[in-house]
Nanobody, 124 residues
Framework: QVQLVESGGGLVQAGGSLRLSCAAS????????MGWFRQNPGKEREFVAV????????YYKDSVKGRFTISRDNAKNTVYLQMNNLKPEDTAVYYC?????????????????WGQGTQVTVSS
């Protein structure tokens, strides 16, 4: 079965760093763009970053540009989100998602598969 499992979340002080991982299985990982989204209670799930399926081009939410880096290792079926200089407003549950032949969409409705999320909490 298709499975996306996030890990690496936790509690960190403002200015600190975390690296999230998403291990995928049950589908052809290299044929899918891989994205990261985040969500707080009562709010819509919002786009954070994506890496395309074909050439590894990356796109980011404006507020995380220069701080976050998305990458993928197709041999390991894993996508990463390196988060540096974290801010309290980065606090959220972070979700990994996959889109078949995705070219960098920020629209959560275009994604095919989702993980269950990992909590990131940034204290001030």
């Amino acid at each position: 079965q298709v499975q996306l499992v996030e890990s690496g979340g936790g509690l960190v002080q403002a200015g600190g760093s975390l690296r999230l991982s998403c291990a995928a299985s049950g589908y052809t990982f290299s044929s899918y763009a891989m994205g990261w989204f985040r969500q707080n209670p009562g709010k819509e799930r919002e786009f954070v970053a994506v890496i395309t399926w074909s050439n590894g081009r990356t796109y980011y939410k404006d507020s995380v540009k220069g701080r976050f880096t998305i990458s993928r290792d197709n041999a390991k079926n894993t996508v990463y989100l390196q988060m540096n200089n974290l801010k309290p407003e980065d606090t959220a549950v972070y979700y990994c998602a996959a889109e078949y032949h995705g070219l960098g969409s920020a629209n959560r409705r275009e994604y095919d598969y989702w993980g269950q999320g990992t909590q990131v909490t940034v204290s001030s």
